[in-house]
């Protein structure tokens, strides 16, 4: 959660202690945001593309602008889920072949 509050402190240009609190739990939102938005729980380790949507995510939500986010974002979180679904058709043996042409 560290690494998370770091990252999100310093896209939002904040130096300061005295909004940690609130920040924790608008990450804590973000993060059962994308749970139930995909049925699965992320590490959300920096190097992962879906962190940049759950700090996306954060941004928004620290700027009253929650109701844009899935707006602006629509593309981003439409391959999200459709990575995490494929993902569990695969982990249950199934066949993940989208039918495109290669």
Known sequence: MEELL???????????????????????????????LTGKAFSFSLDEWETELLLERCRYVYNNAADEFELNFRD????????????KRKENGEQTDTGLAE
């Not at 981003?76 to 993902?87: D, G, S, Y």
């Open 76 to 87: 981003e979180l439409q391959r999200l889920i459709l990575t995490v679904a494929l993902e």
């Open 6 to 36: 770091t990252e999100l402190k310093s896209r939002l240009r904040i130096t300061w202690d005295d909004e940690n609190k609130e920040l924790e739990r608008i990450i804590k939102r973000g993060k059962s945001y994308f749970l139930k």
